[in-house]
């Protein structure tokens, strides 16, 4: 499955259904498709607040889904998801997997003017590397033993002993952001580096302004500016669009995905994955410690029902978190049918007959279809006989409650698509994991995703993954929902928005986009 | 004597303000979990989390924070916000003028509705007009004030068109359009202080109607509106005044729930950000600023009530 | 020629949620252009709704004329009739032909507006003048009310000036359009004697100037002796007796009239008599006979109280640190005795500080400085716990008798408190000493179990003063006990408490303004005047030979309920009452007196 | 009793005895799952037979919520509202009976916490407690305190004046005595007014709380709660919106008429 057969430009579905309406409908896209034009600000309407503009500290996706148009990375990766040189023109790799040297671009600037080199990567990395910056990814250069610069263009990085994800995991998450020398200090406030856009303008929570970068290596953008007006309130945000003050908005309400799609003067452009969800149980609460009480679980939940209710059908379920087109996705799995007589009776087995269970159900105000979710699972819980109660959560106490202190019996989150599989696997499921807040420990999993950190090839990488998804889904160490898809809705005249979505599912890129007058 | 008299509720103002400073502080450092949490959000691990948290200075101990703190508002070091990476004292400077605009304006409608429906309804004390005037500002306040944002949004905004749905515009640049924003969010607000207002003007009025001088006024031949809109009136604005000056609090509280609905980045916006992301300094500073303007809003209500009725004047 | 107003078979009714009420009914009378027609009644006569219906005010306080006419000759010779007159017809006479002054001189001008603004708009309204010819007449208008500092004045707020001055300025306000009739509704009541003076001799002298009638409502018989030509006796909604001062004082038809008038103590008519006379009350002749059977008695020579060197005052914060900057000297340097079974008036206006001196005595306030002894015990000197003990043995009752009865509590309730408070009776002793206490103030037994607002004040307040009997106290403090209820009521709570006296020898210590009572009831008479007492003495000696100057003015201001002594046909004036404040450490000269008589003291100026 | 009977006074006590009884009885005739049962088939139905009120976005019948919900509600506002008067009473009557010192260190603190806008202080108090119902109670509760700490203290302070108190302290009734049977009856039905208006608050509180995640929490029904999931689709749906905000509307709307009338009814000069 390839990715790309997700990816929908609803114009293309709107000409379909324009055929039988007037010809003053026809939206002038399908009329000036391909001749784009120079110019214009795009305003959108961001459903997220922008809050540390520094690419290297942010851990939010709202910051990046904004950064990622101000900065460029050393690697970045393909539709197919395969890692490929952004700001470097090639790299290699030595056959003992310890040195990678990388050949940068020559003619790149920043967008003070001055010249892209390897100090400004050396400076980069090493800015991250250090602990003392805060940087989410600072663990990616965790086996670098030496950054050298043989000349101005040349990058040689030397590894202390084989971590074979290193170059995927420099695509993610602006772990491979080149910033200039010295700029670290302004970061926070003033984004610089040499991506299309250049930042102008920033006002908290009101909105982030960026101009166009005339001198950007791979041609200037099309847009003059893009405005990314942050409106939190899903309705405020649709408002807007439908009022024509806001150009395009991301992450359409899921119940009215269907009904902007039916409106002839707005396209819809959705695709899959933008993340998953999965229900988790804290493997420390003593229930939990018994794999059959887990697989009952698993048992009571109906996915497809679920995902229609909370999602109003806005994704697809699939019984693992690994990325869908990915390699390492395992094809074979299949999520456990709902069998509430089936759940009742293995719980029996595990010495919890109907209504000895009285569990917390954690959930966080920040995902509002985390409570819709919340609410369907309590009656379906009632009825094999556990008594569930919500405990709604703002994000701050659900990090600190259930991400920090591990202090929950059950809850439920979701991650942006991880297409890297050693930075899903590892991170969410070795038992040193950085995001294993369900204390997950499972030897035959650690055995697994150490030994895939080591394995070089990667179609055998890719089998050590399937096992790690297999032994999950067995163990049921936590309950995989589905994908949930993303939504971009526009106006008519907003063009190349084929081109808006990084291949991670939640980025947006500009370059490319641009609005028929 | 009246000089003495503002010193004194100065000095008064002071004093709770340095009280608010330390309840202020002692809350925001109860609450749990902290602002490189909020930074690394679920891409966290403990490590980056322990440098992030040096490097933001939230391993003193308290009294030394505690001073910092006091000490750098005294010298007017704000501080930075943790999460937004903005000097402090230049996003209150943002936001307070936004909040400004909201208040004023929903002051303004909340007390061009209130003061006529509530004369109006004194006047017609215990008849159909009474019942009418107190229900109709009744409902103002029987839903929610978020309820009417949005029923303002849709019916103003979607469906007629007449304003933006959302955002804030720096009326320093566009003036106009600073207030075409800032209307809705504050209609839907006036109609919430509205209710109060209304009954507290009917309460006042009503007093004040059966005050000899407003007989002697009758006697003295003067016509029923002079009686009741200038000899009545006139008496009532300070009380009235009073209460909307109380009312500043609650609106405070309201802006809140109204600033993020409509996308208006003010002080309610920020403070709630602020305590959503456990930015401790910038929790700090909003409750603060807001708790100092809800007092000088209302020590500023007094001096006015002082300009307007001229017994207290004077003593 | 035509009355310039003929009330016939007036009418008014008052729409409740109980049903209609009828204020006013059957009532017809005339005023004659030039003359003074007082309307007297006790409290619910009618008396202030038959001039609001003059008026047609009525109509603003919720009543409807019913039936009736009012027929008022304008200044051009026609007929009007008032009751079925257009708003627009009304408003051109308010204030315009017919001018009103009412009771409250305190609330009766716009506290937010300058003095002149309330006086010119009425000019302006009726008369047509500018702002600057208004504003002349105003000051004309000031001057003719005799205000001190005219020009001053317009630019004041009411608050600025005192309450005999803002009456004034109600009078000229009232006069402003020159009416032909002025109604003035109780106009002195809320007065000091001597202000109350003034205003009345104010009043007769723009009537004679002006020629002008005068419509004057008032519950005071002495005032009306004072001011009528002739009198509308009402009571209950209903006209009693209508006849000349002379005719209605001198040979009253009515029993009601009657009973009105014997109630009305009349000053100096105690004279030459050695101790205090009950008041007459005309009722049944069984009543009577039993009130005849005691008569107050002679003081008993031991001293229950002796006070020495009182002195009370109150601090006036000021300053940024609420720091006293002044003092309210309102009791300084007092001291008088008080005999067993003896009744000491303090007499004096409001601010003397005779309340300020009762309350000082059972420490409500806590005196600066002085001694009070009782019965041999300085309660100055007692604790907290032994001045509760104490108390019991003086008693206080207050003026308003509605205000002094917690009113939701019952009267046994109220009644029982202080004896469970001493633990003096339990059980069936309590409920059999509540039941002889209500016998003895002469309430029936029925009232045991009812509240406070289901009384009259005259009941309430002997509700007031079985509370303060309860405990056996050897003084009462009675502070102002009567002035809030009606004549007829005040008479028979006097004498109530002069039977208290001769049955159970208590002393009162009787605070008032009323010196035409105090003469009646007590056996010593002290003045006070800005905190200190004045005079004090016998009481025939100060009624008969009063020596200290604040004595004199205030006996002579004193109307008297006797229309051959008419005392305020001209202007007259007396020396305002200057300011008890003082900045602290302010030393206040001791009070020496020299004694004209055996034990009549005058203070040394 | 017969202030009961003017028109307003009718409509209040009619409207408060309606939602008593529901709040009392719909518990008894509903059961729980009637309020939470989900029908993925009817989401956002309008009014119909089989849902006279209509459904939510979960398809559950917005009839049964509202009714089981207004027992939730009332009770999250009663109980905030008592504690309230549990602290504030006793605090405003001392302040305003002891006066001097006392007084000014207790309204001091009142007034530092009136400086802090309600809903904040709800909001910071529920953010250190965690959201739950007790929680959101005691957040309610607190943040009203101040308010009828105030007015208690000036009714204290106005009936410390009368005569009454006078003439009880000076026949010997104690401190305690003198607050207990003169100072609180008096200011009682200040107390109960301020009290039935400020349930109606409290219900409102309850629904902004909700917008924050704080307040009853879901599946079960409170009318703050619905109020708040229904903001999502009130374009589409308004009967989501409408249902719960009549029934708060209704109750507003009764409790201050019925406060009204209550104010005159309890002062015994008025029967």
């Known amino acids: 499955m390839k990715r790309r057969d997700f990816l929908r430009n609803s114009t293309a579905l709107i000409g379909g259904s324009v055929v039988v309406s007037s010809a003053m409908f026809m939206p002038t896209a399908l009329l000036a498709q391909d001749t784009p034009v120079t110019g214009g600000t795009l305003i959108w309407g961001h459903s997220e607040t922008t809050q540390n503009l520094d690419i290297h500290q942010t851990g939010t996706a709202s910051s990046s889904r904004v950064l990622q148009n101000i900065h460029n990375s050393l690697v970045t990766v393909d539709e197919n998801l395969g890692v490929i040189p952004q700001l470097a023109e090639s790299i290699d790799v030595s056959d003992d997997g310890l040195t990678y040297t990388f050949t940068l671009r020559s003619g790149v600037l920043f967008h003070d003017g001055s010249p892209m080199t390897s100090t400004d990567v050396k400076y980069s990395f090493e800015r991250v590397k250090d602990p003392a910056t805060g940087a989410v990814s600072f663990e990616v250069f965790n086996n670098v033993a030496s950054i050298d610069t043989p000349d101005d263009l040349t990058v040689v990085i030397t590894m202390s002993s084989v971590n074979a994800p290193f170059l995927s995991r420099l695509a993610e998450n602006g772990a491979g952001a080149i910033i200039p020398v010295g700029s670290g200090d302004t970061q926070g406030t003033t984004p610089m580096g040499c991506g299309p856009f250049k930042f102008a303008r920033y006002e908290v929570g009101n909105v982030v302004e960026m101009e166009r970068f005339d001198e950007y290596w791979d041609g200037p953008a099309y847009l003059d500016r893009v405005l990314a007006r942050e409106i939190s309130e899903s309705t405020t945000r649709l408002t807007g669009l439908r009022t024509g003050e806001l150009h395009m908005i991301n992450d359409i309400p899921l119940d009215r995905v269907g009904e902007i799609e039916a409106d002839p003067n707005l396209q819809v452009v959705s695709w899959f994955p933008l993340n998953f969800d999965f229900v988790n149980m804290n493997h420390n609460y003593e229930p939990f410690q018994d794999a059959r009480v887990r697989i009952a679980f698993d048992m009571i939940i109906d996915k497809e029902a679920l995902m229609q209710g909370a999602l109003w059908g806005q994704g697809a379920t699939s019984p693992s978190a690994g990325y ?148 999950i889904f067995d163990e049921a160490h936590d309950i995989v929902l589905w994908f949930r898809n993303g939504t971009i809705g526009a106006q008519p005249n907003v063009m190349g928005l084929d081109t808006v979505v990084h291949p991670n599912g939640s980025n947006l890129n500009f370059h490319k986009v641009w609005l028929a007058a | 004597m009246s000089l003495t008299y503002v010193l004194n509720r100065l000095l008064s103002v002071i004093l709770t303000l340095f009280l608010i400073t330390l309840v202020t502080f002692g809350v925001t450092n109860i609450l749990p979990g902290d602002v490189a949490m909020m930074i690394m959000g679920t891409q966290s691990n403990p490590e980056a989390m322990a440098g992030l948290r040096a490097s933001l200075g939230l391993d003193d101990p308290l ?148 005050q000899e001088f407003i007989r002697v006024a009758r006697a003295k031949g003067l016509a029923e509106r002079v009686v009741v809109w200038r000899y009545g009136l006139a008496n009532a604005i300070g009380p009235v005044i009073t209460i909307a000056g109380l009312q500043v609090g609650y609106l405070f509280g309201s802006i809140i729930v109204m600033e993020s609905l409509f996308n208006y980045t003010g002080m309610g916006w920020l403070t709630y950000q602020a305590l959503l992301n456990r930015d401790m300094p910038l929790i700090q500073a909003t409750v603060f600023v807001i708790a100092a303007v809800v007092m000088l809003t209302n020590l500023l209500v007094d001096l006015l009530y002082l300009a307007i009725d001229p017994r207290i004047r004077l003593d | 020629m035509n009355a310039l107003v003929s009330v016939d078979h007036l009418r008014v009714e008052f729409p409740t949620d109980g049903g209609t009420v009828v204020a006013v009914q059957d009532v017809s009378f005339a005023i004659e252009p030039g003359e003074t027609l007082c309307v007297v009644g006790e409290s619910g006569s009618g008396k202030s709704v038959t001039s609001l219906s003059v008026m047609r005010l009525v109509e603003f306080g919720g009543g409807t004329i019913a039936s009736g006419s009012l027929s008022f000759t304008r200044t051009d010779g026609t007929q009007l009739d008032v009751a079925k007159a257009s708003p627009q017809v009304m408003r051109r006479l308010r204030g315009n032909e017919i001018g009103m002054i009412f009771q409250e001189p305190m609330t009766a001008l716009n506290p937010v507006f300058t003095i002149e603004r309330q006086l010119t708009d009425g000019l302006i309204l009726h008369k047509g003048l500018t702002r600057e010819a208004a504003r002349a007449r105003a000051l004309e208008l000031l001057q003719s009310v ?294 003895r103030v002469q309430l029936p037994r029925a009232f045991l179990n009812r509240f406070p607002h289901e009384l009259s004040g005259g009941q309430r307040q002997r509700v007031a003063i079985a509370r303060a009997l309860a405990v056996n106290p050897k003084l009462i403090v009675a502070d102002e006990a009567v002035s809030a209820l009606d004549v007829s009521v005040q008479a028979q709570v006097l004498n109530l408490m002069m039977d208290l006296q001769t049955d159970l020898g208590l002393s009162y210590l009787f605070i008032s303004h009323d010196m035409a009572v105090v003469e009646r009831v007590s056996h010593y008479v002290g003045v006070m005047y800005l905190g200190r007492i004045v005079e004090i003495g016998p009481r025939a000696a100060i009624f008969g030979n009063p020596q200290h100057a604040y004595t004199q003015a205030l006996l002579s201001a004193v109307p008297v309920a006797d229309p051959r002594q008419r005392k305020f046909r001209d ?23 020299f004694e004209v008589a055996p034990s009549h003291l005058v203070l040394q100026n | 009793m017969k202030k009961f009977r003017t028109s307003k006074g009718l409509i209040g006590v009619v409207l408060v005895a309606l939602i008593l009884i529901v709040g009392l009885f719909a518990p008894v005739f509903i059961p729980p799952e009637a309020a939470t049962a989900m029908n993925m088939t009817a989401r956002l139905s309008p009014p119909t037979w089989d849902h006279p009120f209509g459904t939510d976005q979960l398809g559950r019948d917005l009839f049964y919520r ?127 007014v301020q ?35 229904s903001r999502d689709y009130l374009d589409i749906a308004p009967w989501t919106a409408l249902v719960p905000g009549l029934a708060v509307a209704l109750t507003v709307l009764g409790l201050n008429m019925f406060g009204d009338v209550l104010r005159d009814v309890l002062d015994p000069r008025s029967k």
């Open chain 3, 571 to 593: 202007d007259v004036r007396f020396k305002p009452i200057t300011s008890p404040i003082f900045p602290t450490g302010h030393a206040a000269e001791p009070s020496v007196y």
């Open chain 1, 324 to 471: 869908p087109s990915a390699a390492s996705y395992n094809t074979d799995l299949v999520q456990r049918p709902q069998d509430i007589e089936g759940a009742k009776a293995l719980l029996a087995e595990a010495g919890y007959p109907e209504g000895s269970l009285n569990i917390v159900f954690k959930a966080t105000t920040n995902y509002p279809y985390h409570i819709e979710t919340a609410q369907i699972l309590v009656e379906w819980f009632r009825m094999a006989g556990v008594n569930l109660t919500i405990e709604q959560l703002t994000w701050a106490d659900w990090l600190s409650q259930c991400w920090i202190d591990r202090d929950y019996q059950m809850t439920m989150m979701n991650f942006f698509a991880l297409w890297e599989p050693d930075y899903l696997f590892y991170s969410v499921w070795n038992s040193t994991g950085a995001f294993n807040y369900r204390g997950v420990n499972d030897p035959v999993i650690d055995e697994l995703t150490e030994r895939a950190r080591g394995t070089v090839d990667d179609a055998e990488r890719a089998e050590v993954y399937k096992a790690v998804q297999q032994q």
């Open chain 3, 146 to 439: 005799r205000i001190p500092e005219p020009e001053r004045r317009l630019r004041q707020y009411p608050h600025e000036l005192s309450g005999g001055m803002r009456q004034r300025v109600v009078i000229a306000m009232a006069m402003a359009c020159e009416p032909r009739l002025l109604i003035a509704d109780e106009p002195t009541t809320a007065l000091d004697v001597t202000i109350q003076a003034e205003i009345l001799a104010l009043i007769n002298r723009l009537k004679r100037e002006k020629g002008m009638a005068v419509l004057f409502i008032t519950h005071d018989m002495a005032v009306v002796a004072q001011m009528a030509d002739r009198v509308v006796v009402m009571n209950a909604g209903k006209i009693v007796e209508t006849g000349t001062v002379a005719d209605i004082f001198e040979k009253p038809q009515e029993d009601y009239t009657k009973s009105l008038l014997a109630a009305v103590p009349k000053l100096g008519e105690m004279a030459g008599k050695a101790v205090p006379e009950k008041m007459r009350l005309i009722g049944d002749a069984d009543a009577r006979a039993v009130e005849a059977a005691k008569t107050p008695v002679a003081r008993k020579p031991e001293v229950l109280l002796d006070v020495r060197n009182l002195t009370t005052r109150f601090p006036v914060k000021g300053g940024i640190l609420r720091r006293t900057v002044a003092n309210v000297h309102a009791v300084e340097d007092v001291s008088f005795t008080i005999n067993v079974g003896e009744t000491l008036a303090l007499v004096g206006e409001s601010g003397c500080g005779k309340s300020s001196c009762g309350r000082s005595i059972l420490r409500l306030i806590e005196p600066e400085s002085g001694e009070v002894w009782l019965g041999g015990r300085d309660i100055g000197a007692l604790n907290a716990f032994d001045l509760r003990r104490a108390r019991a043995d003086m008693q206080m009752v207050f003026q308003d008798p509605f205000a002094s009865l917690n009113p939701y509590r019952r009267l046994k309730d109220q009644v029982a408190e202080p004896l469970t408070n001493f633990g003096i009776a339990k059980g069936p002793a309590l409920k059999a000493r509540v039941l002889d206490l209500f016998d």
């Open chain 4, 66 to 192: 509202v009714m089981l919900g207004t027992q939730t509600s009332l009770k999250i506002a009663g109980a905030a509202v008592l504690m309230s008067i549990v602290i504030g009473l006793p605090l405003g009557m001392i302040s305003g009976y002891a006066g001097g010192r006392t007084d000014n260190v207790l309204m001091r603190l009142v007034d530092t916490l009136l400086a802090f806008p309600a809903l904040l202080l709800a909001l910071t108090i529920s953010a250190i407690l965690g959201p739950n119902l007790q929680n959101t109670i005691i957040a309610i509760g607190i943040a009203f305190t101040p308010y009828l700490a105030r007015i208690v203290r000036g009714e204290a302070l106005r009936v410390a004046q009368m005569p009454y108190v006078e003439a009880a302290r000076s026949s010997g009734t104690t401190d305690v005595m003198i607050l207990t049977r003169h100072i609180l009856p008096n200011i009682m039905p200040a107390v109960i």
């Open chain 4, 195 to 229: 009290g039935t208006i400020s349930l109606a608050f409290a219900i409102l509180a309850e629904a902004g709380l909700s917008f924050l995640g704080l307040g009853t929490q879901p599946p079960a029904a409170s009318w703050g709660l619905m109020i708040q999931a």
């Open chain 2, 63 to 210: 009294i030394v924070q505690y001073g910092r703190w006091v000490g750098g508002m005294l010298t007017g070091d704000w501080g930075n916000s943790l999460i937004f990476r903005q000097p402090i004292a230049v996003l209150l400077g943002e936001k307070i003028a936004a909040s400004a605009i909201i208040v004023v304006m929903s002051m303004t409608i909340a007390l061009s509705l209130a003061v006529p429906l509530g004369v109006w309804a004194a006047v017609h004390r215990d008849k159909w007009q009474d019942t009418t005037s107190s229900s109709a500002a009744l409902l103002g306040v029987s839903l929610p004030d978020f309820f009417w944002g949005i029923v303002m949004i849709l019916v103003f905004a979607r469906w007629l068109g007449w304003f933006p749905s959302s955002g804030f515009v720096d009326p320093a640049e566009d003036f106009m359009g600073a207030l075409r924003h800032a209307f809705l969010p504050s209609l839907a607000l006036g109609l919430g202080l509205m209710a109060h207002l209304t009954r507290m003007t009917r309460s006042t009025m009503t007093g004040i109607l059966e």
